[in-house]
């Protein structure tokens, strides 16, 4: 008979050797860059997000600044999250249960990625299993745990606030199939110290004019696609890398939930994890909506799926795990070819040692330009922060950035995508472009950059319409 729990930790074990593996040659994402400069500049939260994982990489990088470091967190947090989600499966069902929910885990990206790469994710996922566990435990003869409850979704929310669709999926489970619960007092205890977790967040936006509420209600749709069915596609693109073959037995999970949903354990995770779902297709129109966005959905699910095993989802999950083996040896082996996208993300060391030398050659005074956050970030972490970085189009005002007002008439150095313009002479006087930056990887090239030198920064243009493809 197969010991689960030795099963489990040799699994944990060698998936967490093999993340830790490519966590060195795997280029940085660009979200990760930015989350290192939140962590040179920690504050209550941030424009974008609540500040746990800032926090989390001040204290990983402290011994060292590469990739490994920043991704240190993720990557212990991975191995936490597998182990909360087996001792979750196992009280909710049995071990061979708990076992087949942690192999899911470990073969959908994205649940089992957020433990390779430094994201507010991370921490959120941890939460999220834990605060599913507390309650169930709760509602099963400990009430107690209705305070670890609250902090585990207060975590959940100081590290990224679509946590609040688990809290929104707990009060719905509740209402439907735990009214009892609505009139005792421990829930309730329970959601004040999730409440108070947001205490620091909510003081920060109340003293930076509410950054994060008007970015999240209001910019951050038009950083997407143009809204409507576009907007959809890009939802379905960027989420099928996620799910990959398991993404038709994750949807029929949430059939297979509801059609059992008069046991207990199956309606728990059947609304419990609805929100989280439902809420990114009804917004996708809008272009506010991500294609990670749905994941958090996936731990109920994979509980589900686990719980009904069959020989056709082993088959899928067999697929998933071919083919994330097929991706790492893309990042390992250096004689493949290049893993995808990896456009995106190669040849930024290039480009920042390149923008050190252009602002030296300026003189003093000298800045970087980008006209996108993702360069920013980018080019702050690979000149180690050490100079300023003006973003266009301005940024709100709880952003990291340099405002322009704050370097008006300095030069600059900008460093752009090479297929793309953005019109520099509408925010600088004078506009120089520099010999381009080529970037090779394994007999090919990958990448290649534009290299502006640029004269005279105008602090009144916020360079809102001077992107064109």
Same mark, same amino acid.
């Given at each position: 008979?197969?010991?689960?729990?030795?099963?489990?930790?040799?699994?944990?074990?060698?998936?967490?050797?093999?993340?830790? +593996?490519?966590?060195?040659?795997?280029?940085? &994402?660009?979200?990760?860059?930015?989350?290192?400069?939140?962590?040179?500049?920690?504050?209550?939260?941030?424009?974008?997000?609540?500040?746990?994982?800032?926090?989390?990489?001040?204290?990983?990088?402290?011994?060292?600044?590469?990739?490994?470091? !920043?991704?240190?967190?993720?990557?212990? @947090?991975?191995?936490?999250?597998?182990?909360?989600?087996?001792?979750?499966?196992?009280?909710?069902?049995?071990?061979?249960?708990?076992? @087949?929910?942690?192999?899911?885990?470990?073969?959908?990206?994205?649940?089992?990625?957020?433990?390779?790469?430094?994201?507010?994710?991370?921490?959120?996922?941890?939460?999220?299993?834990?605060?599913?566990?507390?309650?169930?435990?709760?509602?099963?003869?400990?009430?107690?745990?209705?305070?670890?409850?609250? +902090?585990?979704?207060?975590?959940?929310?100081?590290?990224?606030?679509?946590?609040? /669709?688990?809290?929104?999926?707990?009060?719905?489970?509740?209402?439907?199939?735990?009214?009892?619960? !609505?009139?005792? *007092?421990? #829930?309730?205890?329970?959601?004040?110290?999730?409440?108070?977790?947001?205490?620091?967040?909510?003081?920060?936006?109340?003293?930076?004019?509410?950054?994060?509420?008007?970015? &999240?209600?209001?910019?951050?749709?038009? !950083?997407?696609?143009? #809204?409507?069915?576009?907007?959809?596609?890009?939802?379905?693109?960027?989420?099928?890398?996620?799910?990959?073959?398991? &993404?038709? +037995?994750?949807?029929?999970?949430?059939?297979?939930?509801? *059609?059992?949903?008069?046991?207990?354990?199956?309606?728990?995770?059947?609304?419990?994890?609805? #929100?989280?779902?439902?809420?990114?297709?009804?917004?996708?129109?809008?272009? +506010?909506?991500?294609?990670?966005?749905?994941?958090?959905?996936?731990?109920?699910?994979?509980?589900?799926?686990?719980?009904?095993?069959?020989?056709?989802?082993?088959?899928?999950?067999?697929?998933?795990?071919?083919?994330?083996?097929?991706?790492?040896?893309?990042?390992?082996?250096?004689?493949?070819?290049?893993?995808?996208?990896?456009?995106?993300?190669?040849?930024?060391? %290039?480009?920042?040692?390149?923008?050190?030398? %252009?602002?030296?050659?300026?003189?003093?005074?000298?800045? &970087?330009?980008?006209?996108?956050?993702?360069?920013?970030?980018?080019?702050?972490?690979?000149?180690?922060?050490?100079?300023?970085?003006?973003?266009?189009?301005?940024?709100?005002?709880?952003?990291?950035?340099?405002?322009?007002?704050?370097?008006?008439?300095?030069?600059?150095?900008?460093?752009?995508?090479?297929?793309?313009?953005?019109?520099?002479?509408?925010?600088?006087?004078?506009?120089?472009?520099?010999?381009?930056?080529?970037?090779?990887?394994?007999?090919?090239?990958?990448?290649? /950059?534009?290299?502006?030198?640029?004269?005279?920064?105008?602090?009144?243009?916020?360079?809102?319409?001077?992107?064109?493809?």
């Amino acid at each position: 008979m197969l010991d689960y729990r030795r099963a489990v930790l040799w699994l944990v074990a060698g998936m967490t050797a093999l993340r830790v +593996a490519a966590s060195v040659p795997m280029p940085l &994402l660009h979200d990760e860059a930015y989350y290192w400069l939140w962590s040179r500049r920690l504050a209550w939260s941030y424009m974008d997000h609540p500040p746990l994982i800032a926090y989390l990489i001040r204290l990983s990088t402290t011994a060292g600044d590469g990739a490994f470091w !920043l991704r240190l967190p993720a990557l212990v @947090l991975g191995v936490v999250g597998a182990l909360v989600l087996f001792r979750l499966g196992r009280e909710m069902f049995d071990e061979r249960v708990a076992f @087949l929910a942690v192999v899911l885990y470990q073969v959908t990206p994205a649940l089992g990625g957020f433990g390779s790469f430094a994201t507010p994710d991370a921490p959120m996922y941890v939460a999220w299993m834990a605060t599913l566990l507390f309650v169930w435990q709760a509602m099963h003869g400990r009430p107690d745990r209705w305070w670890l409850a609250g +902090a585990a979704l207060g975590a959940g929310l100081l590290s990224k606030l679509y946590a609040v /669709f688990l809290g929104a999926g707990l009060l719905l489970y509740l209402g439907l199939e735990g009214r009892a619960w !609505l009139r005792r *007092r421990e #829930p309730y205890q329970g959601a004040v110290v999730a409440a108070a977790c947001l205490v620091p967040v909510v003081y920060w936006n109340w003293s930076h004019n509410w950054a994060m509420v008007r970015f &999240l209600l209001g910019s951050r749709a038009s !950083l997407g696609a143009t #809204p409507g069915w576009m907007a959809v596609v890009r939802l379905v693109t960027e989420h099928l890398p996620l799910a990959l073959l398991m &993404l038709p +037995a994750l949807l029929w999970a949430v059939w297979a939930a509801w *059609r059992r949903r008069g046991d207990a354990r199956f309606a728990y995770l059947l609304w419990t994890s609805l #929100p989280a779902l439902l809420v990114p297709l009804l917004l996708a129109p809008t272009g +506010a909506a991500r294609g990670h966005h749905p994941g958090p959905a996936y731990i109920g699910l994979a509980l589900v799926l686990a719980a009904v095993w069959s020989r056709a989802i082993g088959i899928l999950a067999a697929g998933n795990a071919a083919l994330l083996a097929a991706f790492t040896a893309t990042v390992l082996v250096p004689w493949l070819p290049p893993p995808p996208a990896a456009r995106d993300y190669y040849g930024w060391p %290039e480009a920042g040692s390149r923008a050190a030398q %252009e602002v030296r050659a300026l003189g003093p005074g000298a800045v &970087l330009a980008a006209d996108r956050y993702q360069v920013a970030a980018q080019l702050g972490y690979f000149t180690r922060d050490t100079l300023p970085v003006v973003l266009f189009p301005q940024p709100g005002p709880g952003a990291i950035w340099a405002a322009p007002s704050a370097h008006a008439g300095a030069a600059a150095v900008a460093i752009v995508y090479a297929p793309e313009r953005f019109s520099w002479e509408g925010c600088f006087r004078r506009v120089q472009e520099r010999p381009r930056i080529t970037v090779p990887l394994r007999g090919r090239t990958v990448q290649e /950059f534009r290299v502006f030198r640029l004269y005279g920064l105008n602090p009144a243009c916020d360079g809102a319409a001077n992107r064109n493809p």
